[in-house]
T-cell receptor, first 112, second 115 residues
Framework: DAEITQSPRHKITETGRQVTLACHQT?????MFWYRQDLGHGLRLIHY???????NKGEVSDGYSVSRSNTEDLPLTLESAASSQTSVYFC???????????FGPGTRLLVL | AQSVAQPEDQVNVAEGNPLTVKCTYSVSGNPYLFWYVQYPNRGLQFLLKYITGDNLVKGSYGFEAEFNKSQTSFHLKKPSALVSDSALYFCAVRDMSNYGQNFVFGPGTRLSVLP
């Protein structure tokens, strides 16, 4: 069955370190998204991609970057981790605007 | 810009009673509206959506939602709540403007169903 996975599921790092969170989907969807979830804010968009070699900034993109070298993967990189980036990160994919999309299980990141 | 409001942080209801989780939205055009549920330490699960057509939408686990264009609302309902419905619920609108096809989420409402 098709799925969307994230790794690692939990990560502890120190401020200033570079961290990469992986997202892999086997739906063959063109659209992929990264969100962060914080109490009281719901999910906020970090970056998104409409296809290979396409990346775009979302609402809270500062300090994050993504790359899209193939359809299946959209890794999220924190260039220099900050304590404010402690959060739960969700990856999602969808085929078109009317569909519900599929969300990964999340990565819980703690920056000390 | 599109936005979603969920006016209640927490909703408590007794098991067997009807439940309502409220959602209002603001969009420039026709909305694509969604409800998701999140159980502890899990990702989001899709419940139902409104794209067009009948204003009353039925979804998973006995949930339904009513689209009201004049009130810009999309409230989630269930006739008889179960303890297992206790979770965090998110309303979302598909944003076709600033951020392409992404979802704009409300802050979430925590539903507690008491036995």
């Amino acid at each position: 069955d098709a799925e969307i996975t994230q790794s690692p599921r939990h990560k502890i790092t120190e401020t200033g370190r570079q961290v990469t969170l992986a997202c892999h989907q086997t739906w063959n969807h063109n659209n992929m998204f990264w969100y962060r979830q914080d109490l009281g804010h719901g999910l906020r968009l970090i970056h998104y991609s409409y296809g290979v070699q396409d990346t775009n900034k979302g609402e809270v993109s500062d300090g994050y970057s993504v790359s899209r070298s193939n359809t299946e993967d959209l890794p999220l990189t924190l260039e220099s981790a900050a304590s404010s980036q402690t959060s739960v990160y969700f990856c999602a994919s969808s085929e078109h605007r009317g569909d519900s999309g599929y969300f990964g299980p999340g990565t819980r990141l703690l920056v000390l | 810009a599109q936005s979603v409001a969920q006016p209640e942080d927490q909703v408590n209801v007794a098991e067997g009673n009807p439940l309502t989780v409220k959602c209002t939205y603001s969009v420039s055009g026709n909305p694509y509206l969604f409800w998701y549920v999140q159980y502890p330490n899990r990702g989001l699960q899709f419940l139902l959506k409104y794209i067009t057509g009948d204003n009353l939408v039925k979804g998973s686990y006995g949930f339904e939602a009513e689209f009201n264009k004049s009130q810009t609302s999309f409230h989630l309902k269930k006739p008889s709540a179960l303890v297992s419905d206790s979770a965090l619920y998110f309303c979302a609108v598909r944003d076709m403007s600033n951020y392409g096809q992404n979802f704009v989420f409300g802050p979430g409402t925590r539903l507690s169903v008491l036995p």
